[in-house]
């Protein structure tokens, strides 16, 4: 920023014109998210206030749901190695990561039965 002379003061001027913008419309018609704020935002009104905003919209938000998720598979192949399919590994990786949804044994054997598909089982009594 010292290396722009002025630059600092024109971003604050857009800034304070930004908000006495939206300080006279009702907060029920005030943009809500960054990629809002970049739509109602005019280019030649406010170019530096529109780059600003187009960088926060495309920056990610949170990575930690993604590293979870990779963190969750690695331990499972970790603990099983290669010697479970594809789809037997996905299911385990979608049970770990999402376990906050309630399932009862009653909805497992629904989903089971009612698969279409026939099946032999052998039970031993």
Same mark, same amino acid.
Not at 8 to 24: F, G, Q
Not at 87 to 113: E, P, Q, S
């Given at each position: 920023?010292d290396?722009l &002379?002025?630059?600092?003061?024109?971003v604050?001027a857009?800034?304070?014109?930004w908000i006495?913008?939206?300080? *006279?419309v009702?907060p *029920? $018609? #005030?943009?809500s998210t *960054?990629?809002? +704020?970049?739509i109602?935002?005019?280019?030649? !009104?406010y &170019?530096?206030?529109?780059? !600003?905003?187009?960088? %926060?919209a495309?920056? &990610?938000? $949170?990575? +930690?749901?993604a590293?979870?998720?990779?963190s969750? %598979?690695?331990r499972?192949?970790?603990?099983l190695r290669?010697s479970t /399919?594809?789809?037997?590994?996905?299911?385990? =990786?979608l049970?770990n990561?999402?376990?906050?949804?309630?399932t009862?044994?009653?909805m497992?054997?629904?989903k089971? =039965?009612n /698969?279409? #598909? +026939?099946r #032999?089982?052998?039970?031993?009594i």
């Amino acid at each position: 920023m010292d290396d722009l &002379p002025g630059f600092k003061d024109t971003v604050e001027a857009e800034y304070d014109l930004w908000i006495s913008k939206w300080t *006279s419309v009702e907060p *029920s $018609s #005030r943009p809500s998210t *960054s990629t809002d +704020a970049l739509i109602s935002c005019d280019k030649t !009104l406010y &170019p530096n206030l529109y780059q !600003l905003l187009k960088i %926060l919209a495309i920056l &990610p938000v $949170s990575t +930690a749901s993604a590293e979870r998720s990779f963190s969750t %598979l690695r331990r499972l192949k970790t603990y099983l190695r290669n010697s479970t /399919s594809e789809n037997r590994l996905v299911g385990l =990786a979608l049970l770990n990561i999402h376990r906050n949804i309630c399932t009862t044994d009653n909805m497992v054997l629904d989903k089971f =039965a009612n /698969s279409g #598909r +026939a099946r #032999r089982l052998k039970l031993v009594i």
